[in-house]
């Protein structure tokens, strides 16, 4: 495992942005094993669920409710993966995760999560 310290949430209006970060740090053992990163959020007594994930050769996956709204990319040299984040609606309002695995279906890395609120 490696570890993640996400940052970038906050409260914003509806249709407004946000951008989170999120640094992987370890061994180089630890992160020359990660091959995807991505976000998922988490809303009050909702399931966890995915909302982006992106491999380091730069394929991407969103959530249906998030497409043409987010943006998810990656800085291989900086083990760092951001979610941009456009249009946002009050339903967006979660604790959003960071994770990193060696798959983007094998997520086995968690970051502590960061607060998005969206206000009507």
């Known amino acids: 495992q490696v570890q993640l310290v996400e940052s970038g949430g906050g409260l914003v209006q509806a249709g407004g942005s946000l951008r989170l970060s999120c640094a992987a740090s370890g061994s180089i053992f630890r992160l020359i094993s990660i091959n995807a990163m991505g976000w998922y959020r988490q809303a009050p007594g909702k399931q966890r669920e995915l909302v982006a994930s992106i491999t380091r050769v730069y394929s991407t996956n969103y959530a249906d409710s998030v497409k043409g709204r987010f943006t998810i990319s990656i800085d291989n040299a900086k083990n760092t993966v951001y979610l941009q984040m456009n249009s946002l609606k009050p339903e967006d309002t979660a604790v959003y995760y960071c994770?990193?695995?060696?798959?983007?279906?094998?997520?086995?890395?968690w970051g502590q999560g960061t607060q998005v609120t969206v206000s009507s």
């Open positions: 994770a990193a695995g060696k798959q983007s279906n094998s997520f086995d890395s």
